[in-house]
């Protein structure tokens, strides 16, 4: 994803184009949701677009002012319409991701997991400086844990603390990761359709989640919004070390 060149601006038009709007049927529906849906269209609830646009306005500013606050990101999402652009647009910005399946215990126990990610290093340098000495057997069972742990930690490698953001892709279907967060205060943005209690959400985005253009054009603004704050601090920070640089050498020559 050439994220600047395809970035697409949300906006109702962009909204309605990718099928945000579509909620479930009826009979599949969770009260809570009410208010955020604008009608009911042949047994199918038609979600408030308007609404819509502005927690993602909302969203923006949310995910701007964690990585202003340097603190990590942690897209889930497990969903097979989700799995690749979760995968893509985490490692786009630079963040965290879980993209297989949530472990129990991947925030609420994270000395554990680290563990594993601990014995995944150890296999892979293994197979990398003694894979001749290895039978095919040994090298086989080797390669076959390493691709296992590799699928379940790959996007949370580096991850040694919990994240100051948790944003999710179905909250109903990741209940565990979005109960995990909340036992530890971390707070939980999430793709929110008509069918998922939004209670335990603090930042609600109300859309289809089940749609994989619906889904791709509200991570790629939130992806959009990571990675402008990150360029912005960036040049803030090389504005800073030569300003630094500048007072440090006007005090040299004046000391002269």
């Not at 479930?24 to 969770?30: D, E, Y």
Request: hydrophobic share 35%.
């Amino acid at each position: 994803m050439e994220q600047q060149e395809q970035y697409k601006e949300v906006t109702i038009k962009t909204l309605l184009e990718s099928g945000a709007h579509f909620g479930h049927q009826r009979h599949r529906w969770n009260p809570k949701m009410k208010r955020f849906i604008f009608e009911e269209r042949n047994g199918i609830y038609i979600i408030d677009l308007s609404k819509t646009l502005q927690q993602i306005r909302n969203a923006i500013q949310v995910v701007m002012n964690t990585v202003s606050k340097r603190k990590s990101i942690l897209f889930v999402g497990t969903k097979k319409q989700a799995k690749s652009l979760i995968r893509e647009c985490a490692t786009q910005c630079g963040e965290f991701y879980v993209c297989e399946r949530w472990l129990g215990g991947t925030l609420t126990n994270l000395t554990t997991i680290r563990q594993s990610i601990k014995k995944l290093e150890r296999i892979e340098k293994k197979i990398a400086l003694n894979a001749d000495d290895l039978t095919k057997k040994e090298l086989s069972l080797l390669t076959k844990e390493q691709i296992k742990l590799d699928r379940n930690f790959s996007g949370i490698r580096s991850m040694r603390k919990p994240p100051g953001l948790l944003i999710v892709v179905d909250p109903s279907r990741e209940h565990i990761a979005v109960a995990e967060a909340k036992k530890l205060g971390v707070p939980v943005m999430a793709l929110v359709d008509t069918n998922c209690n939004p209670d335990p959400i603090d930042y609600i985005i109300a859309c289809n989640d089940d749609a994989l253009k619906s889904i791709k054009l509200i991570l790629e603004a939130l992806t959009h919004a990571i990675l402008q704050r990150k360029q912005e601090l960036k040049l803030t920070t090389a504005k800073e070390d030569l300003e630094e640089e500048d007072s440090s050498k006007e005090e040299q020559e004046g000391a002269k």
